[in-house]
């Protein structure tokens, strides 16, 4: 393997609790090559699941976050000025392309459409990504998949993908765990009992059914996980609940007051 690639290699298990057959899908997947959209809610399990899917697949993992300024040249490459005149220095995704790893791009909508464009090449049965200013077209590796997530929640007309953009790509929709199989991820994460584990996700879902009615988004795995950690450090669960989950999410003072109930309600 190119050594570029070797930092990207995981290899340790990252744990993953699986909530339906998303490993099996994905394995599929990645046997024909297809281009995946996970999609979800911030903070439900996708990027964990894609670096658990690496691991499984001892493929090189290149995570790109995604964000508004990120230009073409970001993804692509640049050339770079040294001593010795100028370098040419292939971008995240030209290196996953030429040396066949994943290339999980975070948070996709966040980037400008004229930015995402630059993929379009790599997942149609081209699988090339031209780089116009080195006058070079890469032919993807065989290894070569591109992996991008997405939340549906936060799309507005100004900011969504591009049907071209979608079309190329299957997708697998990621929510927040079942009760039981959430609590058991929060126990392991936040190392807790379960128990104590199975209540913050009752606070949890608690909030969730407020989505919409008031709150935009609910209160994330992600988000239990940092109470649960707390609680293992000491801190006892009303205050933690109070810090991690409930003060984030909303700056309203009578949902505040209506979640603080909720906590109170399990603690
Ligand atoms: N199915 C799962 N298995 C293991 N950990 C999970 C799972 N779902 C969520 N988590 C935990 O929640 C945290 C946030 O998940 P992450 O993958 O970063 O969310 P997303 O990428 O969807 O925003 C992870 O770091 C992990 O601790
Ligand atoms: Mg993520």
Redesign the pocket.
Known sequence: MQDDLRDHLITEEP?????ADEIELYEAAYSVRMPMMLK??????????VEHMAWKLGKPLITVACNEDMTASDLVGRYLLDADGTRWQDGPLTLAARHGAICYL?EIVEARQDTTVVIHPLTDNRRVLPLEKKGEMVQAHADFQVVI?YNPGYQSLMKDLKQSTKQRFGALD?DY?GHE?EAK?VA??GKINEEMAGKLVSVAERARNLKGHGLDEGI???ML?YAASLIAKGVEPLGACRMALVRPITDDPDMRDALDSAVTTFF
């Open positions: 744990y993953y609790q699986p909530v979800g809610p911030t903070g439900c399990g996708k990027t964990r699941f975070d997530s990621f765990p199989t991820i392991h994460e994330s795995t992600r996980v």
